[in-house]
């Protein structure tokens, strides 16, 4: 049986994509949908996204990275998992993404090369879909790409307590949506090196469609973090 990330590139991203295509509600063309605006302007009320060198992972249709690109300046770098929306970002919106899970990705490692070189990275209701073999891995390799100084922005599921539903498009492949207790934006802030520079938390079911018995699994968190040059933590002094 496939691990997840190769079940999701082989099969759920595309499939999703395809789900997407048929809404009619969804905006097929060159416009910036309604929650990578939501994003936008969160993010911009504590940057200035101009000239920045973004990296959104699991950025789909690519749509926020190409306005970024367009309208401020920025070098944007994209990673996502469906081939499809990767060949729609590149006609509607002329960003080349590179078609991997992040774990699959040429970014994914631990080296000179790839070190401390993002200002802005943004993973949107990414993090959770991401197995749990590889999730401290990828946590800390996107610190190691971020620049000090530089914010990572994070929508996800933001329960009390931690748990995990199978995903109801594909039953019986061990794919799994994971909900850290306060989101995955935690690992984070527990380190002492980053700070919360802004954060929209609420209870909603805009993202999920089927109800899982536990009111606590609509709790959605919006952050953006802050990675400090230097150590949280207060010095104490010994008591000799």
């Known amino acids: 049986m496939k691990t997840q990330d190769e079940f999701y590139l082989a099969n759920e991203s595309n499939a999703f994509y395809e789900r997407w295509l048929e809404n009619p509600k969804q905006p097929k063309g060159q416009l910036l949908r309604d929650s990578k605006k939501q994003i936008l302007n969160q993010i911009s009320e504590c940057l200035d996204v101009n000239n920045l060198k973004v990296l959104e992972v699991g950025c789909f249709i690519g749509d926020l990275l190409g306005h970024l690109k367009v309208n401020h300046g920025c070098e944007v770098h994209g990673i996502e998992s469906s081939s499809k929306a990767c060949q729609h970002a590149m006609e509607n919106f002329d960003v080349k993404l590179e078609n991997a899970t992040f774990a699959a990705s040429s970014l994914f490692k631990l080296s000179e090369d790839n070190h401390e070189i993002f200002d802005l990275i943004i993973c949107e209701d990414v993090l959770s879909w991401m197995s749990r073999d590889q999730i401290l891995p990828i946590l800390g390799v996107l610190d190691w790409m971020l620049t000090s100084g530089g914010s990572i922005f994070i929508r996800d599921f933001s329960p009390a307590f931690g748990f995990?539903?199978?995903?109801?498009?594909?039953?019986?492949?061990?794919?799994?949506?994971?909900k850290q207790p306060?989101?995955?934006?935690?690992?984070?802030?527990?380190?002492?090196?980053?700070?919360?520079?802004?954060?929209?938390?609420?209870?909603?079911?805009?993202?999920?469609?089927?109800?899982?018995?536990?009111?606590?699994?609509?709790?959605?968190a919006d952050s953006l973090i802050t990675k400090c040059q230097g150590a949280l933590h207060p010095i104490l002094p010994m008591d000799m």
């Not at 995990?164 to 994971?178: D, K």
């Open 164 to 178: 995990a539903y199978e995903n109801h498009h594909c039953p019986g492949q061990n794919v799994y949506n994971f």
């Open 182 to 220: 306060g989101g995955h934006r935690q690992f984070f802030l527990n380190t002492g090196k980053y700070v919360e520079t802004s954060s929209y938390i609420r209870a909603s079911g805009q993202y999920q469609k089927i109800d899982t018995g536990r009111p606590d699994s609509t709790i959605w």
